[in-house]
Structure formats: structure tokens, C-alpha cells
């Protein structure tokens, strides 16, 4: 007793109090202030396509001219109205009297039409908006106001570039809080499964939630700043990732925490040993992922760029979380976080058990799973190999060419049934048609190069004083607008403007109008979207090695020796591999799915080898720190005994994490998510659990080549038994 007072009164109480009060009344007061922030991130938001668009591409230049010819940035909202049969004399009366009360609204500048189909049975109407108000509440308002007045039994539709803006708005719109319920639920009900405990998954999810206010709070004030640009994409991933992350970064915390409360009853010094043994791999797997995300600066394109720091910025706060606001709690808890399951005080002799196979001391699934790997090392890691490989042949199949932007929308929308509306009864690319920008001198030519051109249906120069966007105006005016020596060519396709088909005529637009003038520029909603999947794909090809040489020099540094560093990376590489594959065949032949967006290869990549990698961090860290006591292949069977548990259960919250974006009904999210999800339990169970540690054991000390530990002497050394150490703190405040 009188030992255990002294050791007592060796924790201050600055330490055993203070410190961790100071740190949770930081961290609440981080919430207080990053929490109403949530719901203002729609403030500093967009989901315009263009504005995300390289500098360098030609959409953009098209763009910047365009707006020279202009007053105001307005994006078109085309209304078509339909009926079965041809309209009658009244119901075109009807019609005619709509513009009056649409230009009423002003929401824009003039408005064009009404416009009959050549059959007679739609008619159509072009209202540009002015993008700098909420398209979304303007788009409801056409919405409403064309429903109110069209003739009885007609159906209406506000279709066009505002309207599928606004239909795409509204299908993020459960990302302030569907998304973050379903994600914390899922969390909770597996923590509550893994620990068994009420007080402890309350614990972690407060972690992973006050880390996301922190990361909204940093993120808000960037995008406010102008520093980077957010979108309902990033935003959906920033809360995943964080909440997931935070999370995993927590599991390993406690893990060790519940560990250290077997050789101490003082639960400060137990929350500082936790925090000595886990800080280097959480730190190590945090900065793997954040320069992983960082890589993205590497991008041409925009919307890379944001994402990049927007998640870079919340594995940060989840770092910071999981290292301060956590042991904090812990600290301040002790044993009273695992009630009722309590972790008892081991006597001296089982702490730290002497190892001969490096099985000693386990039961269950991971004796099983450790003996498996030990008695048959190659035949596990071949066959796992082999079976990653078949799995990665079905990325053959990934059509990950962009997708037309009305497939994107996953539910009902008035904007894709106007679209089918337009293609039925006029040009399939009116309201949306090809900018042409050329040179004054050439413009006559480039006109008709530009008629003459495969599937344009009209083509006409702007005049002055005339609203950019135009459908069915009559031939060439007389006086065209002139801006700065150029001229601005309006160009309707025959095709639907997010076709392939239309995407095509592009193409072929820039090659035949660079013969007539060579500075010639074809932009608008097609050219956007081809620029933007040209670049995505170029970026898959440009990124995708500064993260694998990234995340190899990082395992160099951890792991102080060359090859389990390239056997880390490479088993992440396969694995990623093989969960395209799987995801190609799931979205063509169960989804459905006419392709995919062309940044999901490149998304799926960052997030997948990042955070598998992550989990191999947690794995061979502990390896290392075994087989310095113990021997490479005990202390590669005691790290996947005691890492077994905690490693499996932070990968199933991270799929479920991911998993819950498929509750926003964008193609993009729901992708991602089966590819992340489907990604990390493969890296978790077969991975990690299998290939990995098989293929350790197999090759031997060697596995830590060059270094020291990879020596024999070294080897035959740490497989002597460790010398007891000093005898830790047994009492204090519980």
C-alpha cells in the first residue's frame, strides 16, 4: 500500500486533472463554433461543372470570351411544354401569354420564345437566370409559375443547364443530414458490437464529431477565403472521411489504452502509455493519407485541387482528435469507459508472455488465423494472389469515360425528363448549344465550316445586343457583336448536349474549325464536359505514381528497411486492383449503370491504396515492435494476434462509413462508395489478414532488409525472451 501511495502522488495533478480537463473544454468549445457551421458550408458551395474546369482547357477559354459578349454570368433554363396531340389556336394563345409572365419574375435578361416544335405538339421556351442568385429557388419558381399557367394537360418541364443544376443541388441536399445520421449510426451500432460497452462508443463517436466540426470550421474558412473551391461532392467526403478516419485513429487508441489498464491501475500513466505506443503509426498513417490527398494539388483540374485539401484539412483534425481530445477522455475515464466489461489487472507473469511461436496467449479466430499462416505461409499468399489477380481482371470492363450529366441524378428529376422532352420534339442540343469564338476577319468561313460540320443542326453569329443563348433564331444577323477583334458562333447540335454523340461533334468541331482559324475556340455544356473527363483521365495517369512514390517513402522512414515497404505497396496496389474489377462487373451487370464519371478510378485509388495502407501502418508497426522482443516470425504472429481484433473492426466502420454516401442519389457518391467499401473489407480480411503476414513469415527476417532487424544475429537476439521490465504503476485513481 504504501508503494502504490507514492506511486500516487508521482502523477500531478496537473496531469492527472488539469491537462485533460483544459483539452475536452478546448475541444467542446471547437464544436460550439465549427458545429452551426455545418448547415453554412451551402454558402461557400458550387456545383457548377465549369467552374471546376483547368485553366488551360479550351471550354475555359471559350468561357472567359464568352462572358465579354455579355452583361451578366447567366446559365439558360429551357421550358418546354407538351402536349399528345398539336397544340389548338387557344392553347397556343395560352402559351404566348406565358412570356409576359415569366419575363415578370426577372430572374434574368430576355426571355426567347415560345417556340413550336415542327411537329406542333411541344413548345419550347429559353429563360436565362442569372447564376449569381440560388438557381435552385429560381428554378422552383419557373417550376411553379409554368405549372400554374400552361393549358390544361400539358406536362411541363424546366430543363437545361439550370435546371439539372438545380435538380443536382437538391439531390445533395441530403448531405447536411442524412448522410451524417446514417454514417454515426452505422458507427455506433458496430462500436456497440465491438466493445460491448454504452460509454465508450459515446466517447468515440464525441471524437469523430467534435473532429468534423473542426474540419468544417477549417474548411468554411478556406473556401470563404477563396483558397479552394467546395462542391456537394467534396463536402459528402470530407464528412465520411472524417467521421471514418477519427474513428479507426480511436480504435488503435483504445486499443492500446485497454492493454495498458492490464499492467496499471493508475489510468493517467495507463492513457500516457496508450498515447506512447500508438502516436507514431496513427501519426504515420495520417500523414500517408493527407500527403496522399495533397498529391491532388497535382491535378488540372479544379475540382481535384479542392478535394485534395478539403479532406487533407479533415484528416488533420481527426489526427489531432484522436491524439489530444481522446486520451484526454480516456484519461479522465479510466476503467469506467469499458462497464460493464471492465479490463482487470493482469498479475506480473501474464503481462508480458514469453514467445516461442508467437501464438502463445491467443485464442480464437486469430489463433486460428495466425496458425493457418504459419503452417502453410506460401500456399496462403499465393492463393490469395491468384485470387486478387481473377478479381482485378473485371476492371477490362470499367467504362470510365464520364457519363451524360442526366444519368448522374439516380432519382426522379424534372430536368431529365425535359431533356427526353427536347430530344422528342426539337434539336436534341436546344438550350444548350456548342460556343463557337473566333476571329472577326474569318467569321463567314468559320460559320460555314461550322454548318457544314456532322451533326449541327443551326448555326448563327451573336448579335449585338442579342442574350448569348438562342435557339431557332433566323439565318446571320447583319451587324454581329464584336468583342476585342472576336466574334461568338452559336451552334445547335443534333445531339442531347451531355451525349457522347454530342461530345464527339465537338471533337470534330475544334479539328475542322483550326483549318479555317487557327485561334478558334468551341466551348459551352458539351466542351465542358469533354474537357473536363479528357483531363481526369490525363490526371489518373499523372498522380496516381507521385502517390505510390509518396507512399513508399513514408514506409521507408516507419519501417526502417526497404522491402516490406515494396511488398506494402504492392499488396495495396493489388488490392485496389482487384476492387475495381469486382466494381466494374457490380455496376455494369447488377447496377446497371451506363459507365462511370471519369474521376472515380483516380478517387477510388486515393482513397483505397491511402487508406490501406493505413491498416498495413497498424499491422507491421506492431510487427516491428514484436520482433524487436521476440523474433521476425513470433512478432509477425503476436501482431496479427493482438492487431487482429482492432484492425478488422476500424475496417468494417470504415466501409460502413463510406457505405452510407450511397444514401445520396448522385452516381458519383454511390460509386465511390461500393468501390471504397468493397475495397477495404477485401484489404481488411484477405490483405491484411492473410497475404500480407504470409508472405512476411515466409520471406523472414529478411523482410526488414536492410536493416539491422533483418540480420540473423539480430533475429536469433530478439528471439530470446524480453528482460522484464520495471515493474509499471499499480495503483492511483481509477
Request: proline share 5%; aromatic share 6%.
Amino acid at each position: 500500500m504504501k508503494h502504490n501511495l507514492k506511486h500516487s502522488m508521482r502523477v500531478p495533478f496537473w496531469l492527472r486533472w488539469l491537462v485533460p480537463v483544459v483539452l475536452v473544454v478546448a475541444w467542446l468549445a471547437i464544436a460550439g463554433i465549427g458545429g452551426p457551421t455545418f448547415g453554412r458550408l451551402g454558402e461557400v458551395s458550387s456545383n457548377d461543372q465549369a467552374s471546376f474546369l483547368p485553366a488551360s482547357a479550351e471550354a475555359t477559354a471559350a468561357q472567359d470570351w464568352q462572358a465579354k459578349f455579355r452583361d451578366s454570368k447567366e446559365i439558360p433554363a429551357v421550358i418546354v411544354i407538351e402536349g399528345d396531340s398539336a397544340f389548338t389556336r387557344d392553347q397556343l394563345g395560352q402559351v404566348a401569354a406565358l412570356k409576359g409572365k415569366l419575363e415578370a419574375l426577372k430572374v434574368g435578361s430576355t426571355v426567347i420564345g415560345p417556340i413550336p416544335s415542327e411537329d406542333s405538339k411541344a413548345v419550347q421556351f429559353v429563360v436565362p437566370i442569372d447564376s449569381s442568385g440560388v438557381v435552385k429557388d429560381v428554378v422552383k419558381e419557373l417550376r411553379t409559375e409554368v405549372t400554374a399557367s400552361a393549358p390544361e394537360g400539358m406536362r411541363t418541364f424546366v430543363t437545361g443547364p439550370a435546371g439539372l443544376t438545380a435538380d443536382l443541388v437538391s439531390a445533395f441536399a441530403g448531405i447536411d443530414g442524412i448522410l451524417l445520421l446514417v454514417a454515426l449510426g452505422a458507427v455506433f451500432l458496430i462500436l456497440l458490437i465491438v466493445y460491448r460497452s454504452l460509454l465508450l462508443p459515446i466517447a468515440v463517436l464525441f471524437t469523430s464529431v467534435f473532429a468534423l466540426c473542426a474540419a468544417i470550421l477549417l474548411v468554411f474558412g478556406m473556401a470563404k477565403l477563396g483558397w479552394i473551391q467546395l462542391n456537394g461532392q467534396s463536402q459528402g467526403i470530407l464528412s465520411i472521411l472524417v467521421i471514418g478516419a477519427a474513428t479507426d485513429y480511436a480504435l488503435l487508441y483504445v486499443a492500446r489504452f485497454r492493454e495498458a489498464l492490464t499492467h496499471t491501475a493508475n489510468r493517467t500513466a495507463a492513457a500516457l502509455t496508450a498515447w506512447k505506443k500508438s502516436w507514431e503509426p496513427i501519426l504515420a498513417s495520417g500523414a500517408t493519407v493527407i500527403i496522399a490527398l495533397l498529391c491532388l494539388l497535382f491535378s488540372d483540374l479544379n475540382s481535384n485541387k479542392a478535394l485534395g485539401p478539403v479532406a487533407a484539412a479533415g484528416i488533420l483534425c481527426s489526427l489531432f482528435a484522436a491524439l489530444t481530445l481522446l486520451p484526454a477522455m480516456m484519461a479522465l475515464l479510466g476503467r469506467v469507459a469499458f462497464w460493464p466489461f471492465r479490463p482487470k489487472l493482469l498479475p506480473d507473469t501474464e503481462r508480458e508472455p514469453e514467445l516461442v511461436t508467437g501464438l502463445e496467449g491467443q485464442k480464437g479466430l486469430w489463433r486460428a488465423t495466425g496458425s493457418l499462416v504459419s503452417r502453410r505461409p506460401r500456399t496462403v499468399w499465393v492463393a490469395s494472389v491468384l485470387l486478387l489477380l481473377v478479381a482485378s481482371a473485371g476492371i477490362l470492363q470499367l467504362k470510365a469515360n464520364g457519363v451524360p450529366q442526366t444519368d448522374v441524378i439516380l432519382t426522379a428529376s424534372n430536368a431529365v425528363d425535359g431533356q427526353d422532352a427536347l430530344a422528342r420534339h426539337f434539336d436534341a442540343g436546344s438550350g444548350s448549344p456548342a460556343v463557337i469564338v473566333a476571329d472577326e476577319a474569318k467569321a463567314q468561313d468559320v460559320l460555314a465550316r461550322t454548318k457544314a460540320a456532322d451533326g449541327v443542326g443551326d448555326a448563327y453569329l451573336l448579335a449585338e445586343g442579342s442574350v448569348p443563348i438562342v435557339t431557332g433564331a433566323p439565318g446571320a444577323p447583319a451587324a454581329p457583336a464584336v468583342r476585342d477583334g472576336r466574334v461568338l458562333i452559336n451552334a445547335t447540335l443534333n445531339f442531347a448536349a451531355d451525349s457522347t454523340d454530342a461530345e464527339n461533334v465537338v471533337v470534330n468541331l475544334r479539328q475542322e474549325l483550326k483549318k479555317v482559324d487557327g485561334g478558334a475556340l468551341v466551348g459551352g455544356v458539351t466542351a465542358t464536359a469533354l474537357d473536363t473527363n479528357t483531363t481526369a483521365q490525363r490526371d489518373l495517369v499523372t498522380i496516381i505514381p507521385v502517390i505510390l512514390a509518396v507512399i513508399l517513402v513514408i514506409l521507408l522512414l516507419l519501417l526502417r528497411s526497404v522491402l516490406a515497404p515494396v511488398m506494402l505497396v504492392l499488396s495495396v496496389v493489388l488490392s485496389y486492383g482487384a476492387a475495381m474489377g469486382v466494381s466494374a462487373v457490380v455496376f455494369n451487370h447488377i447496377f446497371g449503370f451506363p459507365g462511370a464519371d471519369a474521376t472515380v478510378p483516380l478517387f477510388g485509388f486515393v482513397f483505397l491504396v491511402a487508406l490501406g495502407v493505413d491498416y498495413n501502418i497498424f499491422l507491421m508497426s506492431r510487427v516491428r515492435e514484436e520482433s524487436l522482443k521476440h523474433g521476425t516470425r513470433a512478432g509477425i504472429l503476436r501482431g496479427l494476434g493482438v492487431t487482429g481484433g482492432v484492425i478488422t473492426s476500424a475496417g468494417v466502420v470504415l466501409a460502413a462509413t463510406f457505405a452510407a454516401l450511397g444514401v445520396i442519389p448522385i452516381m458519383f457518391l454511390v460509386q465511390l462508395a461500393f468501390i471504397v467499401a468493397f475495397g477495404v473489407l477485401l484489404d481488411t480480411i484477405l490483405v491484411r489478414s492473410l497475404l500480407v503476414p504470409a508472405l512476411a513469415f515466409d520471406i523472414g527476417p529478411r523482410i526488414w532488409w536492410p536493416g539491422k532487424l533483418g540480420r540473423p544475429e539480430a533475429d536469433a537476439a530478439g528471439a530470446r525472451p524480453a528482460a522484464a521490465e520495471p515493474e509499471s504503476a499499480e495503483a492511483g485513481v481509477r
